[in-house]
């Protein structure tokens, strides 16, 4: 979602894809976010980067957020 909304891929700074994976697997909150960025369309990219499973919105939920419609 974040690449389809900047058009970079997220960790840009990383040119190393292995780099790029230990640092999702490290972090709790997913990428950076831009600054420039709505608050709508900031709580809708972090529910997606939500770690725990259980508690990441599931596809519909996602369509219904404000951002989308």
């Known amino acids: ?3 389809m ?6 960790w840009p700074d ?3 894809g292995w780099a790029a994976i230990f640092a999702i697997a490290r972090t709790q909150s997913g990428p950076p976010l831009p600054s ?3 608050d ?3 709580d809708f990219l ?3 980067f939500e770690p725990e499973p ?3 919105p599931t596809c519909t939920q996602l369509l219904q957020h404000p951002f989308v419609n």
């Open 14 to 16: 990383m040119d190393n």
């Open 46 to 48: 972090q529910r997606t």
């Open 40 to 42: 709508m369309a900031r």
């Open 1 to 3: 979602m974040l690449e």
């Open 36 to 38: 420039n960025i709505s």
């Open 54 to 56: 259980q508690n990441r």
């Open 5 to 10: 909304y900047t058009g970079n891929h997220p």
